[in-house]
């Protein structure tokens, strides 16, 4: 075959590459209700209180019965995994969270830190082999009946990435840039149009609204947050800054939660400007805390209520925030 036909060829391959997200299926318990853990930017081989954070997750993971554990991203530090036999695995995640009510389904998203590693290997389903819970994809919908979850891949929309010098990121999949971005865009949209959940949440790795470290991510709130808006998306969740945030905006009912302190926190490190300097000066910061933790999520059918709590390193309740569907409001 002549190789400019070829190169047409494989260019139409990567284009169309992009289905509609993929769809996976998690039950709801019998009275229709889901109790989930949140943990992000955890995986250091127990270090930085990873292993107490864990500890802790377990016993309210019991409390609560939890369905599924939900990471938002940034699961082997520094650099990824360097291959599905890399002991960080086992060091970072199985040998670390090893209570009983987290033997439950993970579904993962990838960080800033994962793309410094081998990807693939991350998102290799010989890794579910190894240990049955973890499940890792660069973006998909997880209906759950009560909720759906679309989980996003938020690394490849950062600017800075591509030009960064310090670091390699593995780019294999995401290539051409601004088809990978256009498609799956698209198919967000699809997603997020169609669905009839109750309850719609995204979850991503970088914050569309932050005052930890890094802030508010501009190609987010340019790109990602119309459609979140016009799709009445009730929480975007992600981790990112390694720290625990809830945030509303006046002018929707997105809350937008961070859960990034899973293992080493940031003591101090705020951005008191972040979300008026990016074009929005009425964001109401309603938590914000500089340590390790995680969160929890509650949603009642019944009530069509959702809660979510926070809770630090030793377990305890730092905030609590209930949404109705009915009022959209936060308490």
């Known amino acids: 075959m002549h190789w400019f036909k070829v190169c047409v060829l494989i260019n139409y391959l990567i284009i169309t590459s992009f289905a509609e997200l993929e769809r996976f299926e998690h039950p709801p318990k019998d009275d229709g209700s889901l109790s989930i853990l949140v943990v992000g930017d955890w995986g250091r081989n127990g270090h930085f209180n990873q292993s107490k954070v864990a500890f802790q997750m377990g016993r309210i993971g019991e409390k609560l019965d939890v369905d599924f554990v939900i990471s938002t991203g940034d699961n082997f530090y520094e650099n990824g995994l360097k291959s599905v036999s890399d002991p960080t695995f086992h060091n970072s995640f199985t040998n670390v969270y090893t209570a009983k009510s987290l033997q439950k389904?993970?579904?993962?998203?990838?960080?800033?830190?994962?793309?410094?590693?081998?990807?693939?290997?991350?998102?290799?389903?010989?890794?579910?082999?190894?240990?049955?819970?973890?499940?890792?994809l660069r973006s998909f919908v997880l209906n759950a009946e009560t909720a759906e979850f679309f989980f996003v891949d938020t690394t490849p929309f950062v600017e800075s990435y591509f030009v960064?010098?310090?670091?390699?990121?593995?780019?294999r999949h995401v290539f051409p840039r601004r088809n990978y971005?256009?498609?799956?865009?698209?198919?967000?949209?699809?997603?997020?149009?169609?669905?009839?959940?109750?309850?719609?949440?995204?979850?991503?790795?970088?914050?569309?609204?932050?005052?930890?470290?890094?802030?508010?991510?501009?190609?987010?709130?340019?790109?990602?947050?119309?459609?979140?808006?016009?799709?009445?998306?009730?929480?975007?969740?992600?981790?990112h800054d390694h720290s625990l945030e809830h945030i509303s905006s006046p002018d929707n009912s997105i809350q937008f939660i961070t859960s990034g302190a899973g293992s080493k926190a940031w003591r101090g490190d705020?951005?008191?400007?972040?979300?008026?300097?990016?074009?929005?000066?009425?964001?109401?910061?309603?938590?914000?805390?500089?340590?390790?933790?995680?969160?929890?999520?509650?949603?009642?059918?019944?009530?069509?209520?959702?809660?979510?709590?926070?809770?630090?390193v030793f377990g305890n309740v730092l905030h609590s925030s209930k949404l109705s569907k009915h009022l959209h409001s936060s308490i």
């Not at 960064?164 to 780019?171: F, K, N, R, S």
């Not at 699809?190 to 949440?201: C, D, N, P, V």
């Not at 979850?203 to 987010?220: F, K, N, Q, W, Y």
Request: net charge negative; proline share 2%; hydrophobic share 35%.
């Open 164 to 171: 960064e010098i310090d670091h390699t990121y593995d780019w």
């Open 270 to 312: 705020v951005k008191e400007n972040s979300t008026s300097s990016s074009g929005n000066e009425g964001c109401v910061v309603r938590f914000f805390y500089d340590g390790q933790g995680f969160m929890s999520l509650r949603l009642n059918r019944s009530s069509n209520d959702a809660e979510f709590l926070f809770f630090d």
């Open 181 to 239: 971005l256009t498609n799956f865009l698209k198919d967000l949209e699809k997603a997020l149009g169609e669905s009839t959940a109750r309850w719609k949440i995204v979850v991503g790795h970088h914050a569309i609204r932050s005052v930890g470290h890094h802030g508010d991510t501009p190609e987010l709130i340019e790109h990602l947050l119309p459609l979140l808006q016009a799709n009445d998306v009730d929480l975007y969740i992600n981790g």
């Open 105 to 136: 389904q993970w579904y993962s998203v990838l960080g800033n830190h994962d793309y410094r590693g081998d990807v693939e290997a991350q998102l290799s389903p010989l890794l579910r082999n190894i240990d049955s819970r973890w499940f890792c």
